[in-house]
């Protein structure tokens, strides 16, 4: 599901950001329409209510969209925004010259800061770009000796957003660097402006019909969620022309979610701006075949591509990659639930990100391109009854456990997948890459 990190940092699944400084004239973007998107991340994403505190992450080169959105949240109630600032390059340096002893010991200030604002039930956003090679050539071991001490300080707040105990929403902005990785031409200013028409159409903002419209998507994921919950479905079953052969279980009690949720105290808000896709859990130890990639996954701040997964009892017993094996190797071996999934998600091959023909290098959008799978934790909420369980009890009810969760698209226009329902029918869940729902 979702690009699952509102911190926008260095915490197990994400490449860093790094972005150029974007200042927002009135000749290519209009102001209007830059402010009608942080309203539609603020009230549709985080759902800011009146006196609450929003948290934004986001790159110290963004400072300008940044201040958009903090006034667009004022002008709607906001108590405070917070901005925890973030630089690509710095973090860079950091990775290759700190004291390894810095890296295995994040500061005290850094869980204090996040709980303090989870104790608030404050609003989280963060806003990203795409940045492939961010971190390449640091050695693959001191960005996983940062990101598993980051993550081990920081899991209480990664439980909250797992649980939906708070609001939160993760969104792009447009950057030069990443206009390039496009291949948009022209002065800075007309890359930045085309790769803002683009995005905010795949956001279903800008440039749509009235079919496709924000509101109008969110009726269609509410309907195929509720198709397959009716479902209660036992098993997948992917089969593909490129060689993926997997048999999934998925728990008794499982829900798929999509789109609009709830928080615990019962904020509707969406956590990704754009989504496709429909999600759900996976029996963590019920998965068995073989998968191949079909896109290639940004993992901090390095690209793996052309990569599979071999599936025992749940369990990857072996992996390969024709390009970043190092760092597919650092991955699954986080610990021991990295080495299983937590999340199996759908996304029609026809949707308008993937008929975009686009590699975005950015997860938030090629997740909602293609089907995907997740190693790591699962998320809570898609099992009937979960609130309040220990880890130890959702393991027991199929649910896995992890410090990631790293989302990687298998989708393709030749897939297939069945559905078994636990009263024994075979159902079409997918045809040639076309949902049947």
Not at 169 to 196: M, R
Request: net charge negative.
């Amino acid at each position: 599901m979702k690009e699952k990190n509102p911190t926008g940092d260095t915490i197990g699944h994400l490449s860093r950001i790094f972005t150029i400084n974007i200042e927002y004239k009135e000749n290519y973007m209009n102001q209007d329409t830059l402010r009608k998107y942080a309203r539609t991340l603020l009230q549709s994403g985080v759902n800011l209510q009146e006196n609450q505190t929003l948290v934004v992450s986001v790159d110290v080169e963004n400072k300008d969209f940044a201040v958009i959105v903090t006034e667009e949240a004022y002008r709607l109630g906001a108590k405070e925004v917070v901005v925890n600032w973030r630089s690509s390059p710095i973090t860079r340096q950091r990775l290759l010259h700190a004291k390894a002893t810095v890296l295995e010991n994040p500061a005290n200030w850094i869980p204090v800061f996040y709980e303090q604002y989870i104790d608030d039930k404050a609003a989280f956003l963060s806003l990203i770009s795409a940045n492939p090679n961010a971190l390449t050539g640091i050695p693959t071991e001191r960005i996983s000796l940062q990101s598993r001490n980051l993550n081990k300080v920081l899991s209480f707040y990664h439980t909250a957003i797992m649980n939906s105990t708070v609001t939160w929403c993760v969104a792009s902005v447009p950057t030069v660097l990443w206009a390039d990785l496009l291949g948009y031409k022209g002065t800075d200013e007309e890359k930045i402006d085309q790769l803002w028409q683009t995005l905010l159409k795949l956001c279903r903002i800008e440039g749509i019909e009235p079919k496709d419209t924000y509101k109008h998507h969110m009726a269609k994921l509410r309907h195929r969620r509720e198709a397959l919950n009716k479902l209660d479905l036992k098993a997948l079953r992917y089969t593909c022309e490129n060689g993926t052969d997997l048999l999934l279980e998925l728990p008794e009690g499982h829900i798929w979610q999509g789109g609009e949720e709830q928080s615990k105290d019962g904020t509707v808000f969406n956590a990704n701006i754009p989504t496709e896709e429909v999600f759900s859990a996976p029996q963590y130890n019920g998965v068995n075949g073989v998968v191949y990639s079909t896109k290639p996954l940004i993992y901090q701040g390095n690209t793996i591509s052309d990569f599979s997964f071999t599936f025992k009892e749940g369990k990857i017993v072996d992996y390969t990659a024709n390009e970043g094996l190092d760092v597919l190797k650092e991955l699954v071996e986080t610990d021991e639930g990295s080495l299983y999934l937590g999340e199996v998600a759908l996304v029609d091959h026809y949707s308008p990100i993937s008929q975009s023909n686009q590699i975005f290098y950015e997860t938030l959008f090629d997740e909602n391109a293609s089907c995907h799978l997740a190693i790591g934790a699962a998320y809570p909420t898609c099992l009937k009854n979960s609130d309040g369980l220990s880890e130890e009890e959702l393991k027991e009810r199929g649910l896995n456990h992890s410090l990631t969760h790293v989302d990687f698209m298998i989708g393709h226009e030749k897939m297939n997948i069945k559905g078994y329902t636990r009263d024994g029918q075979e159902v079409d869940i997918m045809v040639d890459g076309h949902l049947q729902f």
